[in-house]
């Protein structure tokens, strides 16, 4: 095997080493594209998954990828939240107001839950 890391003459390792750390000390993000067409300049052919093996072993870690719909559910949710929490003593005044007008709290849920399926 060291045959054929002497027969090549680049360790490809640490190529990548050496770029990825001089990248992170100009303040950028080393990443596998780059680094990849960089060293195909330089006339070293390294594979994509290699570089992401030897960031990875560096400490570099990549970037969490999200899915579509995922984003949108949290905020959503933490919205809700933070509107039920917040509710001031003016917010409790007009339920009161609703609930006597709807004749009990039953009817005044049964409206509200009437309206949220018209709404969504």
């Known amino acids: 095997m060291a045959d054929k890391k002497e027969s090549k003459g680049v360790n490809k390792s640490a190529e990548i080493r050496t770029l990825a750390a001089a990248m992170k000390e100009r303040g950028e993000k080393p990443r596998p594209v780059t680094i990849v067409a ?3 300049k330089q006339g070293v052919n390294v594979s994509s998954p290699q570089v992401s093996m030897v960031l990875k072993r560096m400490g570099f870690r990549p970037r969490k990828r999200r899915k579509a719909g995922e984003m949108a559910a949290p905020k959503a949710a933490k919205a809700k939240a933070t509107r039920s929490a917040s509710l001031s003593i003016d917010d409790l005044i007009a339920a009161k107001k609703l609930v006597s007008q709807f004749g009990g ?6 409206a509200i839950s009437a309206l949220k399926r018209f709404e969504g």
């Open 105 to 110: 709290t039953d009817r005044a849920l049964a």
């Open 38 to 40: 960089t060293l195909k």
